[in-house]
Nanobody, 125 residues
C-alpha cells in the first residue's frame, strides 16, 4: 500500500491543522490506517487509528478531545483534524497501513506494514 500524507505546517499553540493520508488501496490485509508521530531525537509514538471497514476509532490519551479521525472511503483517504495544538505535538506525522488492532493493541507499530514519508507539524510561537 502506497501512502501519501499532506497537510502539515507551522502553527501557533492553540491552532489547528488537518492532516490527510491517501492510501493507494485498502485490502483485507491492511484494513487499518493509523497515525504515528516522531519528534526530533525522540521515539515514534502512536496518535490514532481507524479500522476502515467499520469505522472504529482509537486515540492515544494525548489525542483524546483534541484530535479527530474521519474517513472518505470513496477516495481511500483518512483525515486527522488537530485542534488546540501544543508545542509537544510538534514532529513528523506518519500514516501507516496494516491489520491494526483493537482498543488495547492498535498502538503497536508492528501491526502496520506500510508507511508514508510523513508530514511535518511544528507548533511554536
Amino acid at each position: 500500500v502506497h501512502l501519501v500524507e499532506s497537510g502539515g505546517g507551522s502553527v501557533q499553540p492553540g491552532g489547528s491543522l488537518k492532516l490527510s493520508c491517501v492510501a493507494s488501496t485498502i485490502t483485507s490485509n491492511t484494513p487499518a490506517l493509523a497515525w504515528f508521530r516522531q519528534a526530533p531525537g525522540g521515539a515514534r509514538g502512536e496518535v490514532a487509528s481507524i479500522f476502515i471497514p467499520v469505522g472504529n476509532r482509537y486515540y492515544a490519551d494525548h489525542a483524546k478531545g483534541r484530535l479527530t479521525l474521519s474517513q472518505d472511503k470513496s477516495t481511500n483517504t483518512v483525515y486527522l483534524q488537530m485542534s488546540a495544538l501544543r508545542s509537544e505535538d510538534s514532529g513528523m506525522y506518519y500514516c501507516a497501513a496494516g491489520r491494526g488492532g483493537l482498543w488495547d493493541t492498535w498502538h503497536r507499530a508492528s501491526l502496520y506494514d506500510d508507511w508514508g514519508q510523513g508530514t511535518q507539524v511544528t507548533v511554536s510561537r
